[in-house]
Every structure is written in C-alpha cells, then in structure tokens.
C-alpha cells in the first residue's frame, strides 16, 4: 500500500487538492503530520471535488509514520559532499519499485515553501525529485503529487503496486551497513574526512536500494565474508 504523507501543510486548498490527484490515480491513504490547517475545511472539501472520502479518511498523526520505506520528495539536490541520499526521478523511482514491493510505503512531501528540512529527508529511505527549469524548482505541491502518483499508476495501475516478493527491512539494512562501517575500519585512509566519505558514499548507495530478501541474504553473506578475510 502506498501513502501519500504531507508534513505540516498548512494550505487548507493544497490538501484538496492532493486528495483529488490522490483519488485521480486510484490512492486512497491520506496522512497529515502535525497539519496547521483544518483539512475538514469548506476550502479543502471544495478543491478535493469528488475526493472528500479521502479528506474525511485522513490519519492526522504528530510524527512520521512507521512504514516499510519512506520517500522523500524535495525540489533542493545538496551537493557530493552534503547528501543523505542519492536523488532518483519518478520515473527512476518507477524502476526502483518495479517487481520489488509488496509492503507499505510512504511518499512523503514537505510544507509549502520551505519544503522537507534535512533531519526530515534523513528519517527516509529515498530521495525523489522532479527535474524542473532551473529558473523556478519549487513546485506547489499537489502538483508533485500528481507526478508522482502519475508515474506510478502508468506503470503500474491499480493492482500492480501491491504484487510482489517481500522487501528488506529496516533492521536488515541496518546489518548490512554496519558491516560495510566494520570493514571500512579495517582500511588505513590519508585522513578521516576520506573514511567519513566512503561511509556517506556506501550509504547513498545501499539507500538507493529496493532489495527484496533474496538479494539482502546475498548482499549480507557477501559482506560477512569480506569481514571473515579470504580462506
């Protein structure tokens, strides 16, 4: 099941908005995390048109719920050496999820304007952003939703979101980077800062990852062996 969690919003228009694209592309799971409007608002229930069920359905929580992958969306990219997690498109994002989910996903959107804060985008799994004209990046946000929410209905229609194998979880990501910390401290580097990037870098990489159990059984017998040393 896929989610569409908005943090902070606090346009009352903006949320209707959302539910109706929601309700558009056949997703129906709504979370507002500490909203600063009335999402039940005349103006909210006015622009979702024919999606009110989906405003009235609405799970209003004061954190991030805990799901089997949040995606982070964000329209600011840092830089080689400040990012938590390498950026894909949507429709990078489509082939990400193809053949791997069969657990519960959030999509998750920052407050009009300033958008999701660091420590917010570090909570999650994956990066997504929208490559926009370089003159305006920030779009409003039910518009990201559309993309997003559009992408993936193309490719996968109403069914095909939910079919498949069952992914890694959080703990078993956890593993496998603390192995890759363990044998990036076996290595002599020129200074620390080196070793700190080898670390984000790993980190980037394994965060960009949607490994069902299979692989994560092979990334992780892989990496204890390198731990092991050779034969």
Partial sequence: MISVILIEPSVPGN???????MANFGFDELVLVSPKCDHLSEEAQGRSKHARNILRAAKVVHALPKLDYLIAT???LGTDSNIPRSPVSPKELVSLLE?????RIGLVFGPEGPGLTNAQIDKCDFVVTIPTHKKYHSMNISHAVAI???ELFDAYGETKVAEDIKPITP???R???KYIDEILERYAFRTDTK????????RRIVGKLFMSKRES??????????LKGPK
């Fill in 99 to 103: 053949g791997k989910m069969n657990g």
């Fill in 195 to 202: 070793r700190e990037t080898q670390r984000l870098l790993w």
């Fill in 175 to 177: 593993v496998a980077l």
């Fill in 15 to 21: 949320i209707g908005a959302v539910a109706r694209v």
């Fill in 217 to 226: 059984y092979a990334l992780l017998g892989f990496l204890r062996q390198v």
């Fill in 148 to 150: 997003v929410l559009y």
């Fill in 74 to 76: 964000t329209s600011a």
């Fill in 171 to 173: 703990a078993e990501r």
